[in-house]
């Protein structure tokens, strides 16, 4: 709640910018596509390609900026005993987290409303899609939250690393519009086998899709470890200050 007040205030519409400012990202990139649809070379629903597409960018990426530097603003905090580092870094990532979904959420169910979408093929794929996707947010998010508060060349640098990351994070292709040979290099990419399995769970077997459960399992297991250990030591860092 803490967090909530102090990003967004109590005026206008407050804590509602957590998901209609990620709505609003979303339906302009979406309507930027429809009006090019002809450049993406594919007869799919242009609609949900794009809701699916730049919705998870959106919910990993904003997770992830969200807990950089995290600590500075909130060191206070600390000072209360039941208030740890891994909290400053949950409490950031659960908004997001939220903000994302609610949006993914009301986009699809006012695009199948009004019939810009059709109702999903299976919903509970998309539904492991999308966890897939928060658990690699969260990993994510814990690895760069830790290391930005260790290094500010690294804060520096991740800006920069989120422009590179979203061309090849799948939510402008799909997999199987590359050649052969870049296939297999295109999926080392994490996030794309979250972004595929999302929209395998919306298309069916209209589209023919490429991820791996088993690959983004370790993956996400392996960063959210890493991103624990991470934060274990920032945390013994800034008790020792």
Not at 68 to 74: G, L, M
Request: net charge neutral; hydrophobic share 55%; with cysteine.
């Amino acid at each position: 709640m803490r967090e909530i007040l102090t990003r967004f205030g109590r005026s206008n519409i407050g804590f509602m910018w957590l998901f209609f400012e990620p709505m609003l990202f979303t339906l302009g990139v979406t309507a930027l596509w429809v009006t090019t649809r002809g450049a993406h070379g594919s007869n799919m629903d242009i609609v949900p390609f794009a809701i699916t597409g730049y919705s998870s960018v959106l919910m990993w990426r904003n997770a992830a900026t969200r807990c950089s530097k995290a600590i500075e603003p909130n060191i206070a905090l600390l000072y209360h005993r039941n208030v740890t580092v891994l909290d400053l870094f949950v409490a950031r990532l659960i908004l997001e987290i939220m903000g994302g979904t609610i949006s993914l959420l009301g986009l699809s169910i006012v695009a199948i409303a009004t019939g810009w979408m059709s109702f999903p093929a299976d919903v509970l794929t998309m539904v492991f899609g999308w966890f897939f996707l928060i658990w690699f947010a969260i990993g994510l998010g814990l690895i760069v939250g830790a290391l930005t508060e260790r290094s500010e060349g690294f804060e520096r640098v991740w800006h920069i690393m989120t422009y590179l990351a979203f061309p090849v994070s799948g939510a402008m292709f799909m997999v199987e519009w590359l050649p052969k040979y870049a296939q297999e290099y295109a999926l080392w990419v994490p996030m794309i086998h979250g972004v595929e399995m999302l929209r395998d769970g919306y298309y069916g077997e209209s589209i023919r899709t490429h991820y791996s459960i088993s690959y983004i399992l370790m993956v996400n297991a392996s960063m959210l470890l890493i991103g624990l250990l991470l934060v274990h030591r920032t945390k013994n860092l800034v008790g020792s200050e």
